[in-house]
């Protein structure tokens, strides 16, 4: 029996960051907790083919999906949030759509027509929102960027062509939208909402629920205000206050009837939802019994986003010890400038120190500098794809002996190495066969991206924190470790605890006499929920806590 989905089309209006994205993860969840299967998407109106050459300071982190698809981050809140697994269908940008468009043209599908933003450009935003079909009781799509931009105007027309050719009751349009408060009057003024609302009205589609974002709850008058400018039912003007944990959304969403709208536009009813879960994690994060500190050392530290489903890991990671988890983010480019003495004092009282992922060679001294400071001090530390590179690199210079080893990728900076500890691989095998990669290949097409298995051997950290022999995790990276070196650096005394199935890449490596030193070639951060922290996040953040316990002891007299 094929289920009938129902869509609801998140949009924005008044600015950016709102929280369009976490808005519809919240109601995602909330909806799955009444009893609905949920999906989601995401499209984005900027001309970049995928998120996956964007900055992180322009654009933040890159969320990669099980397939290998590079997406927009708000797929990360999305995953966490349901624990549905996002794919190739669900995030997709004007420049895929374009992309898509003019290979037709270049191959004659069109027949020659004149390809047009109408009907072309709307067909294919479209069949792409159609890949959802049947697939869940609720599809929820989120339009990126704001109403009235130019950039967005033709997901707006293909999404009201969607609906009249759908049928308008099986949509629902939900537009987030922004009520200041001014200070110097003391009022909360709803014009903004109101204006985005005829903004949205005047491409053709009427919001059927206003969220309204604010400082605190919207008050009675202001919100009668906005339901008789919009002509909406009071109900339906919902108010959704800034709140102290992106963890308590959902019941916030929830308490103010956001679902409930939901059900009602579409005529539907269900049990009450069960939200104890999201009530535990929201008062923990809010008000924990403890707290550790966790230094990640990055060169994107300037914004928050640019790490923000490794940030999400460690809080989860702390949820499972019912541990707040203070991330004290270090500079790693300022860090190359520092003395022993300075690196000494600026981890002084941290609990445990994690490398993340990155690219280029910008900063990586300054992470080998902290490499070096966790490994000699007994510091739980953990690395994360670059993060692991920079550890077998730091460990075969100063305990191999291996002057000048490093990594090809930053021949262009430092020359090329004495010693490639880490080097481009170029051919591996798939599940598609087999994949060949140089440094000519465009930047996508060199990735290992995705899911790939791995084995990790039986009495050491990893096989301890999984609980089994066989793991998926997903990549997203172009270098690999040279095993010209792996004897060489196991006769050292750094493990191989983890390997892919046929024995040939390196996906952790762990340092013996440690109380936790572990760095991963992938991304563990992709698979972490508040509800179920990924295993190595947990165990990281249990040994942080017993280290910084440990150091707060007065020593004996």
Not at 83 to 108: A, F
Not at 234 to 259: A, F, M, Q, T, W
Not at 261 to 266: D, E, R
Request: glycine share 10%; with cysteine.
């Amino acid at each position: 029996m094929t289920t009938q989905t129902r869509y609801i089309f998140v949009t924005g209006g008044v600015m950016s960051s709102l929280g369009k994205g976490l808005t519809a993860a919240s109601l995602a969840a909330v909806l799955q907790a009444r009893g609905f299967s949920v999906t989601l998407q995401k499209l984005d109106p900027y001309l970049n083919v995928d998120p996956g050459t964007m900055s992180p300071f322009q654009h933040g982190e890159v969320y990669v999906t099980d397939d290998g698809t590079e997406t927009d981050l708000d797929l990360g809140h999305y995953e966490r949030f349901t624990g549905v697994q996002g794919d190739e269908h669900t995030n997709y940008t004007t420049g895929q759509i374009y992309q898509k468009i003019l290979s037709k043209e270049r191959r004659g599908d069109y027949l020659g027509a004149t390809v047009q933003v109408v009907p072309h450009v709307t067909n294919e935003i479209k069949d792409c929102i159609r890949q959802h079909e049947g697939k869940a009781d609720f599809a929820l799509v989120e339009i990126g960027g704001t109403v009235g931009d130019i950039e967005s105007d033709a997901f707006i027309e293909g999404i009201r062509q969607f609906a009249m050719e759908e049928g308008w009751k099986n949509c629902l349009f939900m537009h987030l939208t922004y009520a200041p408060y001014i200070k110097c009057v003391g009022e909360v003024k709803t014009k903004p909402t109101q204006h985005a609302v005829q903004t949205l009205l005047q491409r053709g589609l009427r919001a059927d629920i206003v969220v309204v974002r604010s400082d605190d709850d919207l008050p009675e008058n202001e919100r009668r205000k906005i339901a008789m400018f919009t002509g909406l039912d009071e109900k339906c003007v919902i108010s959704c206050p800034d709140s102290d944990s992106i963890y308590r959304v959902p019941v916030n969403l929830h308490e103010h009837g956001l679902d409930e709208a939901v059900l009602s536009h579409f005529k539907l009813e269900a049990p009450q939802p069960d939200l104890t879960n999201w009530k535990e994690v929201g008062d923990t994060y809010v008000n924990p019994p403890q707290t550790v500190r966790i230094s990640v050392v990055g060169k994107y530290v300037q914004l928050g986003d640019a790490y923000k489903s490794l940030n999400e890991s460690l809080v989860h990671g702390g949820l499972a010890h019912r541990t707040g988890v203070e991330i004290d983010f270090v500079d790693s480019e300022a860090l190359e400038n520092y003395t022993d003495e300075e690196i000494a004092l600026r981890f002084e009282g941290t609990g445990g120190i994690l490398v993340p992922g990155a690219f280029g060679s910008r900063g990586t001294e300054g992470k080998i500098k902290a490499v070096k400071y966790a490994r000699e001090h007994k510091i739980p530390y953990f690395g994360i794809c670059m993060g692991m590179q920079l550890a077998c690199v730091e460990f075969a210079r100063h305990v191999a002996g291996l002057e000048g080893a490093g990594s090809t990728e930053f021949n262009e900076d430092f020359g090329v190495p004495a010693h490639p500890i880490i080097g481009l691989m170029t051919e591996w095998q798939t599940e598609k066969g087999s994949e060949v990669r140089d440094e000519t290949t465009d930047l996508g097409g060199t990735m290992r991206l995705g899911a790939y298995p791995c084995t990790l051997k039986e009495g050491y950290l990893a096989r301890e924190a999984y609980e089994q022999e066989n793991i998926s995790e997903r990549h997203r990276h172009r270098y690999e470790f040279n095993n010209t070196y792996r004897d060489q650096l196991s006769d050292a005394g750094l493990t191989f605890s983890g390997l892919s199935p046929d024995g040939t890449l390196v996906e952790i490596v762990e340092i013996k006499d440690h109380p936790w030193f572990v760095a991963v070639q992938f991304h563990p951060e992709f698979k972490s929920q508040p509800h179920k922290a990924h295993p190595l996040f947990a165990k990281f953040v249990e040994a942080s806590i017993q280290h910084q316990a440990e150091k707060a002891q007065p020593k004996a007299a």
